[in-house]
């Protein structure tokens, strides 16, 4: 047995609650038993909350539209320059004593991810991305401003997005990671259902002041 937070959207500050669920894990790298686990923990989240809409979002999702939602297919824009937000994400990363690679920005999404200097550098001190720098705290702040950010350029996966109100990232584990693509896809949705998508977006500060209160 295995267990992941489902992400469940909801209309006040941050948009989502979080449900931790019991599931069969098929072990394996291939697609085929990804997906096998992803069934599983759709299955008993729904046996506790039947008639709920989820969605995995993830690259080894059965759903197009939560392929597309992979932070290695989104695409965040700055200025006539894009790349995927794993890239972004990555490049990104401020380490102590102001060490930073923006190389990075240019690297494939895999390539990005696994750069042997992101484990070399020591611990973090921060984001800056193209020279506007975010803080640590909250946890959770920069990545989803960043994937929110990209998302919103999106607004076909946005519209496609309300046929769902709860999300899963099998691939997310809260024991070893902090930033997940399905709890940023329920804050967006959640913003969006509330008209403070784009309130949220104007500035850094505002995004941190409506998603975060």
Wanted: charged share 25%; aromatic share 12%.
């Amino acid at each position: 047995m295995a267990n992941r937070p489902v992400f469940h959207v909801i209309d006040e500050t941050p948009y989502y609650e979080v449900e931790k669920v019991d599931f069969q894990w098929f072990s394996g790298f291939s697609l085929a038993q990804k997906r096998r686990s992803i069934a599983s923990l759709h299955e008993n989240y729904l046996l506790e909350r039947p008639g709920r809409r989820v969605l995995e979002v993830s690259r080894k999702s059965p759903d197009p539209i939560g392929q597309e939602l992979s932070a290695f297919n989104l695409r965040y824009l700055h200025d006539d320059r894009e790349l995927s937000v794993e890239a972004a994400f990555q490049g990104s990363k401020v380490f102590r004593g102001g060490l930073q690679f923006p190389d990075i920005y240019d690297m494939s999404p895999h390539e990005a991810k696994t750069d042997q200097r992101l484990r070399a550098s020591g611990p973090l001190s921060g984001f800056c991305l193209f020279g506007q720098e975010f803080p640590l705290e909250p946890k959770s702040f920069f990545y989803n401003f960043l994937y929110i950010s990209a998302l919103a350029r999106r607004p076909d996966l946005l519209a496609e997005l309300t046929a769902s109100d709860s999300f899963t990232d099998i691939e997310f584990n809260p024991k070893r990671s902090i930033n997940c693509q399905a709890q940023a896809v329920a804050t967006a949705v959640g913003l969006t259902r509330s008209g403070l998508l784009a309130a949220a977006l104007r500035s850094k500060e505002d995004f941190l002041n409506v998603v975060y209160g």
